[in-house]
Structure formats: structure tokens, C-alpha cells
């Protein structure tokens, strides 16, 4: 029951967050320093969960076979591979050098 | 709204792009559902958290701090600091979509990383809209169905690594970024803020590092002055940023590794996330 309250107070704020969002008087983004915050900060963002997926395991660094997901997904980008393609290889790259014994 | 589009569905890129992220992430809504319940979660606590809370990285920040032997608070914390982003993303769409009435509050749960990256990735107002409800509305569906999945196959599955499902997450977020990687600048900051979160990771619990990174961002974007036409900004298209000279960044610039996106002209740009 414990668990239940911090999930469902979890799933409180995340709606309470993007509702912010909403909320916030749309001419702050008329603002030119906010704007380019807002476009910055989503680069970094996807920067920073791209590497995370990549090489975090909870706290410390882990070379494994996601390295090889993520070295397959920017060739097949590189190839102008649709966004699908790029996931398929991602996973299959993962996967093989899992099979092939790499972590 | 979806069903007040008729016929030109799926001639529309920004649908074709939400269509796919769709299927690419509610797939992946598999390995949520069987790691969360042998992180010790039950199906409706899995369920939960895919139908309420609903945004993955916060979700797997969850079960991740619950598996780790973490308390109630600490995933709570973890799962609240991950989500801030999705405020950001929540200004950014409204701008672009502007939703009013009950729409507001049903775009606001569907505001996560893809359904932002799927309609700001468009030029055309129109497309904004439809690629935003059709990849908000098709993960939605897409990810609760596949996470009930992978919860009720839970360790029948065995171990959703050995289905590289942690790579298609690493593929697709680099996915989600490569079309924003117009320019040196660009690049700069989306090294710079790896480097960041690399270094955080060994230093702060999980999910802070994102938000290190994200604080680094924002002070580049604070103090440095990118020419207005930037591209940066969200109501602007991201791929204009290659009309200023600045696609001519690193050897590996995405600039010339997207045919459609590399148009010169706006108008013909099409998809983010393809």
C-alpha cells in the first residue's frame, strides 16, 4: 500500500509537470532568450537520455552491448535509414552481441 | 484531432512519422511491463504507471530505484525529476498547437519526448498538430497495450536484454536527436552535454545526470548569443538552421545524412523521427 502512494503521487506530479507547461502564458516564449533555452535545453536532453541509455547502469558506466546499439543506429542514420530502421538495428545489434557473448 | 482528418492520413508525413515511433516505442512498452514486474511490482502497479504517469523514462527511473532496493520517496524522486522536462516540452507545444478546453488537459498527459520531437520536428502548422495526437495518441495506446503484454509474459520472456530491447531505446532517442544536429553549434551542445551527464552519472542518483545536462543547456542557451535565426527555437523549424551557413559543421553532420530533411527549402521538410 506504501508503494501505491508514492506511484500514484509519481504519476501526480509527471501530470502536474506537463500541465505546467500549459499553463505557463504562451508570450514567455516570445521572449528570444527563453525560446532559445527551450531549444538548447532539448538537444541536451536528448543528448543526455541518448548517452544514458547508452552507457549508464543506475550509478556507474557500463560498456556493453548497448555501445554497439548505439554505433548500429548512427550508421543506419548516417544511411538515412527511416526511424524505425534505426530502432531495428539498435535492438539487433544489442541483441547479436549479447548472443555473440558480449554482456 | 485525428478523426477530423480524412483522407490524406497517411499522405501526411508528420502521421507516417507517428505511426512508426508509435509501433517503435509501444513495442518497447514490453520490456517495461516484464521489468517492471520482476522489479516487484504487481500488473496494476505496472498498469499504473503506464496509464497515469506515462512517460518512459520516468516510469524505468521508477522501477529502477524499486529494484535497486530504493524507498517509495527516492523513486518518487527520481521519477519527478525526470518528468521536469516534459514542462518544457509542455511550453514548447503550446505555442506550436495552442490546444484549448479539455484538449489542454489530454495534450498535457500525451506530452512526452517523442510526441514533441514528432510535431516540432514539422513546419507546417497542420502536421504539427497531426504528428503531435498521432504519436501522443498511438504510443499511448501502443505502449499500455504492449506494456500489459510484457507484465502478463513477465519472466516468460526471460530477460528483455536478450531481445537488445535496451538498444532500440539507445537507437531511438539518437534517432530523436540527429534531425536537431543542423550545424556546429548544435553538435557542440549536444557533445558538450553528454560529456556532462557522463560525468554526473558516477556522482548523483539516477535521473539527475539528465538533469545536469539540461541545466548545461540552459546556461548555454542563457549566455550564448546564436544568431536569431538560430532554428533552435522551437516554433521555428530545426531544419532552417541549415540556411545559414551553419550546416557545414563536423564531418559527421546529420545535414548531409538526411535527403528530405536536408531540403533546402522548409517547406519540403518532412519528418523528425525517421
Known amino acids: 500500500m506504501n508503494l ?33 533555452i527551450a531549444g538548447t535545453m532539448t538537444i541536451g536532453l536528448l543528448a543526455s537520455l541518448t548517452i544514458v541509455n547508452a552507457v549508464a547502469e543506475g550509478q556507474s558506466l557500463l560498456l556493453d552491448a548497448r555501445i554497439g546499439a548505439l554505433a548500429a543506429a548512427a ?17 539487433g545489434a544489442a541483441a547479436l552481441l549479447r548472443l555473440a557473448g558480449w554482456s | 484531432m485525428p478523426i477530423t482528418w480524412p ?7 508528420a502521421v507516417r512519422v507517428g505511426l512508426s515511433i508509435s509501433v517503435a516505442t509501444g513495442l518497447y512498452g514490453v520490456s517495461f511491463g516484464a521489468l517492471s514486474v520482476t522489479s516487484g511490482l504487481d500488473f496494476w502497479q505496472t498498469m499504473a504507471l503506464s496509464l497515469l504517469l506515462f512517460s518512459g523514462g520516468s516510469q524505468f527511473a521508477f522501477i529502477g530505484v524499486v529494484a535497486g532496493g530504493g524507498s517509495g520517496l527516492a523513486a518518487m524522486g527520481a521519477a519527478t525529476l525526470l518528468g521536469m522536462r516534459n514542462g518544457i516540452y509542455g511550453m514548447q507545444l503550446n505555442v506550436l498547437l495552442r490546444p484549448t478546453g479539455w484538449r489542454k488537459y489530454a495534450a498535457a498527459q500525451l506530452t512526452i ?35 500489459a503484454v510484457g507484465a502478463l509474459a513477465g519472466g516468460a520472456l526471460g530477460d528483455p536484454k536478450q531481445w537488445g530491447l535496451d538498444g532500440a531505446a539507445v537507437a531511438a532517442f539518437l534517432a530523436l536527436l540527429w534531425p536537431r544536429l543542423k550545424g556546429r553549434e548544435p553538435v557542440a551542445i549536444a557533445i558538450v552535454c553528454a560529456l556532462a551527464t557522463v560525468l554526473a552519472v558516477p556522482f548523483v542518483p539516477a535521473g539527475v545526470p539528465i538533469l545536469a545536462a539540461a541545466a548545461v543547456a540552459a546556461l548555454i542557451g542563457w549566455f550564448s548569443h546564436g544568431p536569431k535565426d538560430e532554428g533552435l527555437e522551437p516554433d521555428i523549424d530545426p531544419y532552417t538552421v541549415g540556411h545559414h551557413g551553419h550546416s557545414h559543421g563536423p564531418g559527421h553532420g546529420p545535414g548531409h545524412g538526411h535527403k528530405q530533411t536536408h531540403n533546402q527549402e522548409p517547406g519540403t521538410a518532412t519528418g523528425d523521427a525517421r
Open chain 1, 4 to 36: 501505491w502512494m508514492w506511484l500514484l503521487l509519481s504519476c501526480l506530479f509527471a501530470y502536474a509537470w506537463k500541465l505546467v507547461g500549459y499553463l505557463v502564458p504562451a508570450t514567455l516564449l516570445k521572449n528570444p532568450r527563453t525560446s532559445r
Open chain 1, 75 to 91: 550508421v543506419a542514420l548516417l544511411f538515412r535509414a527511416p526511424f524505425l530502421v534505426v530502432v531495428i538495428a539498435g535492438a
Open chain 2, 7 to 13: 483522407a490524406r492520413l497517411l499522405g501526411s508525413p
Open chain 2, 113 to 147: 519526448d517523442e510526441s514533441t520531437a514528432t510535431s516540432t520536428g514539422q513546419t507546417d502548422p497542420a502536421e504539427q498538430h497531426r504528428g503531435f495526437w498521432t504519436a501522443g495518441i498511438g504510443i499511448f495506446v501502443l505502449w499500455n497495450v504492449f506494456t
